[in-house]
């Protein structure tokens, strides 16, 4: 039965106490539930007071109290030993089936892999597949820029939506159950994303080996040329919008569910463990993807055009696949856990409170067990948080900072690809090379510098202002930048050939008898070191392949040859550039995600306190 007691040391016990086995019974009824000191019903127990199940004060000292046994008195003299009533109710499983080799896993460790592998693979596909394959998909289902921005934009459209509700219910309710059917949610948007490729026809490459040079046939009608895939967009933001919704619960009760399982001095690295797992997501995700985009996404079909042509397509399905796959997987252990850890409680009421306090005590009625049991508390745990100025500004350099971090991710590797003139795949994986020592590595760092030093809230907040103010060095790079490749009739007049008033435009007197048409970009790079629209464009009516898999034109009348009369020759890709600064631009970039995620881990758990 419950007891109120007031122990040797002051602390107020008021919660059903179990022993790990029974004392003896003795005579009379009596029991007790402390250990008794030597002698007679006249000595006191240690609080002063006699346990006694005897009807009337005469009858308990009629008989001495019996001293235990030497074994049962050695087990006593260890101390009371609490052990929790609902530990059938702690044990891992799904419902009843709770076999005892999956309790070798109910553990902060056990919980903590299964996160971290549920955090790797929203990051991958999240932040790393999705803005490497965007380039392959704009052009396989004739999308426009902001199209795939509003694909981009749909998980956090989901996430801003569900977070409340999710987090405030979630938090009041079982998180492992929250958990896992988020990560299975996630799965399923994973495998819709990639039922596009299932569904549309084989992709069929719009120009033959000759389509595309001068004085070809060039009667590809531009309405025919419109495959009108681009409503396939909207499967990829529902698939997106599945995405925010079962991250949601990942980001916030997998959070607060480790915070409340270890102990406080370890949170810290158990928190860094589980975001550098999903900082190691994308990094994987930009690698594998990469990869990947060197399949056609036909696969087991032979075609003549290689990676570095604008038309080509590679296997963007893949990862959606096989994530969404492991996510399904990844969900059934964790649905198993219970809503709390074995042995947890005693971090509960050691846990030693940094929360704001309110001048006018309102924030006591937080601390009410009933409170937040209802969605009529609601509007004043909102109120709360708006009281508290420490976690508002904490909230809003959050949001600064995912700013920077959403538009360097998703548009990253594309900036590269312009920039220094590189193949989707190898911007790819270029971008990769750079997050996977910056973020991952200042995630983790950010948790071990809290652990080490034992950095409480305000120390905490200053070794953030310390790293955004550092991160401030990179605001260089905005003068860094390397000039754009020339490319005739975009950035430079045609040799010769301008419209009245100095107005660009792809048409020229070199190439005004070829028709070429504008709706299929195929750049070629000519030997004067400029880039054309396209062969045809270029003026070339000659091809040939060279035994190194390049496609070379031949009679081009637009590009200029230095060393000779005549036409000039064209290679099919874009031209290489020649910028020497693009390792300053990396260093920068470097500095950026280090900086940016190694004070991300200490103000989550800034917040947290």
């Not at 999705?130 to 921005?149: C, K």
């Not at 006018?360 to 508390?377: E, I, L, N, Q, W």
């Not at 430079?492 to 190439?511: F, I, T, V």
């Not at 064209?570 to 550039?577: D, P, R, V, Y």
Request: charged share 15%; with cysteine; glycine share 10%.
């Amino acid at each position: 039965m419950p007891h109120n007691l007031t122990g040797e040391n002051g602390f107020p016990f008021a919660q059903t106490l179990v022993f790990s086995s029974p004392p003896a019974p003795v005579e009379n009824g009596l029991s007790f539930d402390a250990p008794s000191p030597k002698g007679t019903c006249n000595t006191p127990l240690s609080n002063g007071t006699l346990y006694s199940s005897a009807s009337s004060p005469s009858d308990s000292c009629t008989k001495p109290l019996c001293e235990a046994a030497p074994e049962e008195k050695a087990q006593y003299g260890e101390g009371i030993k609490y052990v929790s009533a609902e530990e059938e109710e702690l044990a891992c499983g799904w419902g009843a089936f709770t076999p005892g080799c999956l309790q070798f896993f109910n553990t902060p460790k056990g919980i903590l892999f299964f996160l971290c592998a549920a955090s790797f693979l929203q990051g991958m596909t999240v932040n790393g597949f999705i803005n490497t394959v965007i380039t392959s998909i704009e052009r396989r289902f004739d999308l426009r820029s902001y199209q795939s921005g509003l694909i981009a934009s749909s998980y956090d459209i989901a996430a801003c939506i569900c977070l409340t509700f999710v987090s405030y219910f979630g938090g009041n309710g079982h998180k492992p159950r929250w958990l896992g059917w988020g990560v299975l949610v996630m799965g399923l948007g994973s495998l819709l994303f990639a039922l596009p490729h299932f569904t549309t026809g084989r992709y069929e490459v719009p120009l033959s080996e000759d389509v595309g040079v001068c004085a070809s046939n060039q009667s590809l009608a531009c309405t025919e040329a419109v495959s009108g895939l681009a409503s396939y967009r909207f499967v990829f933001m529902l698939g997106q919008f599945l995405h925010g919704i079962g991250a949601t619960p990942l980001y916030t009760l997998g959070v607060t569910y480790l915070d409340e399982n270890v102990k406080t001095n370890y949170s810290p690295v158990y928190i860094a463990v589980f975001y550098t797992a999903a900082i190691l997501g994308p990094a994987a995700g930009y690698l594998v993807g990469g990869m990947f985009l060197n399949i056609y996404t036909e696969i087991g079909r032979e075609i003549s055009i290689t990676p570095e042509n604008t038309l080509w397509v590679g296997a963007w399905w893949i990862g959606f696949l096989g994530a969404g796959v492991a996510s399904l997987l990844i969900s059934i252990p964790i649905l198993g856990y219970p809503h709390r850890l074995p042995g947890s409680q005693r971090y509960i009421v050691m846990r030693v409170s940094e929360a704001h306090q309110l001048k006018d005590g309102s924030h006591k009625k937080a601390s009410d067990p009933d409170f937040g049991k209802t969605v009529k508390d609601l509007p004043r745990s909102v109120l709360l948080l708006l009281k508290n100025p420490t976690f508002i500004f904490l909230c809003l350099a959050g949001a600064t900072e995912a700013t920077l971090i959403a538009g360097m991710s998703t548009f990253g590797p594309k900036f590269l690809e312009s920039q220094f003139s590189l193949s989707a795949s190898e911007a790819a994986t270029f971008f990769g090379y750079l997050v996977v020592p910056a973020g991952g590595g200042g995630t983790f760092l950010g948790g071990f510098l809290v652990n080490k030093f034992k950095l409480r809230c305000s120390g905490i907040i200053k070794l953030c202002l310390l790293c955004t103010v550092s991160s401030l060095l990179a605001i260089f790079i905005f003068f860094i930048h390397c000039p754009n490749m020339p490319m005739a009739g975009v950035t430079q007049m045609y040799e010769g050939s301008a419209l009245p008033g100095g107005r660009l435009n792809l048409s020229a007197a070199c190439n005004a008898e070829c028709g070429c048409p504008r709706d299929t970009y195929s750049p070629v790079c000519g030997s004067d070191g400029v880039m054309y629209y396209s062969p045809c464009h270029a003026g070339c009516k000659a091809s040939r392949n060279l035994q190194s898999g390049k496609k070379v034109y031949g009679e081009c009348s637009c590009v200029a040859e230095g060393h000779r009369s005549g036409p000039g020759e064209a290679e099919a890709g874009k031209c290489t550039s020649s910028c020497a600064k693009r390792p300053l631009l990396l260093f920068f970039m470097f500095v950026v995600i280090l900086f940016t995620f190694l004070s991300s881990i200490p103000a989550l758990t800034a917040t947290l306190r």
